[in-house]
Nanobody, 126 residues
Framework: QVQLVESGGGLVQAGGSQRLSCAAS???????????MGWFRQAPGKEREFVAT????????YYGDSVKGRFTISRDNARNTVYLEMNSLKPEDTAVYYC????????????????WGQGTQVTVSS
């Protein structure tokens, strides 16, 4: 069974930076070590929003329009860990951030992700 555990959330001031980590564990060599890894977020009263995703070899990366140019996704396959570096944070970035592992491809739809972490809260104060 695949387990994803996020860390690094917390309170940060607007304009600041924060890095989230997602550690994956599995009893087999299947996902997430061989699949795209993504980040999504969900603010209170809003739908889950795509943030970023990275392919297996980091050659393919996609970002949501609202974070493009400010956030950077990366992964360390040796450590089975994916990171989300967030810069120039805004109050509207406040949300619970979820890490996810896809089954196939490098998708941007949440429905294409098979495994999810419990989420970590990021709060940006103005």
């Amino acid at each position: 069974q695949v387990q994803l555990v996020e860390s690094g959330g917390g309170l940060v001031q607007a304009g600041g930076s924060q890095r989230l980590s997602c550690a994956a564990s599995t009893a087999s060599r299947g996902p997430p070590s061989r699949s795209a890894m993504g980040w999504f977020r969900q603010a209170p009263g809003k739908e889950r929003e795509f943030v970023a995703t990275v392919g297996l070899n980091s050659g393919v990366r996609y970002y949501g329009d609202s974070v493009k140019g400010r956030f950077t996704i990366s992964r360390d396959n040796a450590r089975n860990t994916v990171y989300l570096e967030m810069n120039s944070l805004k109050p509207e970035d406040t949300a619970v951030y979820y890490c996810a592992a896809a089954r196939f491809g490098v998708p941007r739809l949440s429905t294409e992700y098979a495994y999810w972490g419990q989420g970590t809260q990021v709060t940006v104060s103005s």
